[in-house]
């Protein structure tokens, strides 16, 4: 094995990401949570909005804790923290599966999805909290925090006692082709739908209709 010397440290290609970095996340901000993508992802995703509160929490602080504060705030009475809570001022076919497909909604009566998304909140919130301590943010989230952990506890525990998913989302892997043999035993649903994804990204890189 040939051992090559690391290239130089470019600080002005750092400092050039940092920016536009940071620009993204700006522009990305709707006043209570970060989009993860204007036009594919135009809502409050959960875990997306874990990281984006890292990444906010250098620069950001205040917008990074108010980010978590959000998305907890529309966390069920059974403690789960939902994959998505829908804007209301985004329409309703910007995105499928939207609102009108899940019809539930959170006791703080915003629209949400039904499933989860992996728990890196606890993580992200004492990344955030690291970076401009404030015990009144810990204080007010942990409640959410340990009823996110409760619900995993009572509700996905599996006999051998891990932790299971009901849905390919929630594992994080969403389009992963871990999931290519299992999802191929499902009948697929003959309901139709209007795809608005592919008029975003390139259709080779998104799922099949049959997936």
Request: no cysteine.
């Amino acid at each position: 094995m040939i051992s090559r010397p690391a290239p130089p440290y470019d600080a002005t290609g750092h400092r050039a990401l940092v920016r536009e970095a940071v620009r993204m996340l700006a522009a990305n901000w709707d006043g209570g949570h970060t989009a993860p993508s204007r036009r594919l992802y135009p809502h409050q995703w959960s875990w997306d909005s874990a990281f984006i509160a890292i990444g906010n929490a250098r620069w950001a602080p205040r917008r990074a804790r108010h980010e978590l504060l959000t998305l907890f705030g529309a966390q069920w009475r059974d403690g789960r923290v939902p994959h998505i809570v829908f804007n209301p001022d985004v329409p309703s076919g910007a995105y499928f599966p939207g609102p009108d497909f899940w019809r539930v909604r959170a006791p703080s009566g915003a629209a949400t999805s039904r499933i989860v998304q992996p728990p890196v909140h606890a993580s992200a919130a004492w990344q955030v909290h690291l970076a401009d301590p404030d015990p009144a943010f810990l204080r007010r989230i942990y409640p959410h925090l340990a009823a996110q952990q409760r619900f995993l506890r009572e509700e996905r525990r599996s006999a051998e006692g891990l932790l299971s998913i009901v849905h390919p989302w929630e594992s994080g892997m969403d389009n992963s082709p871990a999931w290519d043999a299992p999802l191929a035993a499902v009948p697929p649903d003959p309901l139709g739908v209007t795809r608005r994804d592919l008029a975003h990204i390139d259709p080779g890189e998104r799922p099949t209709d049959r997936d």
